[in-house]
């Protein structure tokens, strides 16, 4: 059986305002994956490639939850994209109060809890698998300066500058 997309054309434009911004921010175009890939985007410095970068948005504040949780098969791959290529992955995720970013560097052997876990609002018996538990605290900050810059037109380099 196939499973339904759950993308919806609102999640796309959230999207696409996260990566103009991202974009912006860091300094680098983010190239839009095919869905065989994990990740949302490879991030380039001109030709060079400079990190995966997957975004997520949620309907919550950041301190909600003591972790942020994410498919094991996903984190798998964001992991083995890493390992294999030497770039960090990053997974940016958009939270109602503010937008942080887990980085992942290649030989990273920080151990992630997996529990049994996933959303159980949709009626969808496969929302719930095996997932990586990262500790909020592992998260940086995407700073507010960086956002208001972005809107107001001026620069920014978040996050320590380039991904």
């Known amino acids: 059986m196939?499973?339904?997309?759950?993308?919806?054309?609102?999640?796309?434009?959230?999207?696409?305002?996260?990566?103009?911004?991202?974009?912006?921010s860091w300094k680098v175009s983010l190239n839009k994956l095919p869905y065989s890939y994990a990740p949302d985007w490879l991030a380039f410095d001109g030709d060079d490639a400079r990190a995966w970068v997957e975004y997520k948005n949620r309907k919550h504040r950041h301190d909600?939850?003591?972790?942020?949780?994410?498919?094991?098969?996903?984190?798998?791959?964001?992991?083995?994209?890493?390992?294999?290529?030497?770039?960090?992955?990053?997974?940016?995720?958009?939270?109602?109060?503010?937008?942080?970013c887990y980085r992942h560097y290649p030989n990273d052997i920080s151990?992630?809890?997996?529990?049994?876990?996933?959303?159980?609002?949709?009626?969808?018996?496969q929302d719930m698998e095996p997932c990586a538990?990262?500790?909020?605290?592992?998260?940086?900050?995407?700073?507010?300066?960086?956002i208001r810059e972005k809107r107001q037109g001026g620069g920014s380099q978040v996050l320590g500058g380039k991904p």
């Not at 538990?133 to 960086?146: D, H, N, S, V, Y």
Request: charged share 30%.
């Open 133 to 146: 538990m990262i500790p909020m605290r592992l998260f940086t900050p995407f700073t507010e300066k960086g």
């Open 111 to 125: 151990i992630i809890h997996i529990a049994w876990a996933g959303r159980t609002d949709r009626g969808d018996e």
């Open 64 to 100: 909600t939850f003591p972790n942020y949780l994410v498919s094991l098969r996903k984190w798998m791959s964001l992991r083995d994209l890493s390992e294999k290529t030497m770039l960090p992955s990053l997974l940016t995720v958009e939270f109602t109060d503010t937008m942080l």
């Open 2 to 24: 196939v499973r339904p997309l759950y993308e919806k054309k609102a999640h796309l434009k959230t999207e696409l305002e996260a990566k103009e911004l991202l974009e912006h």
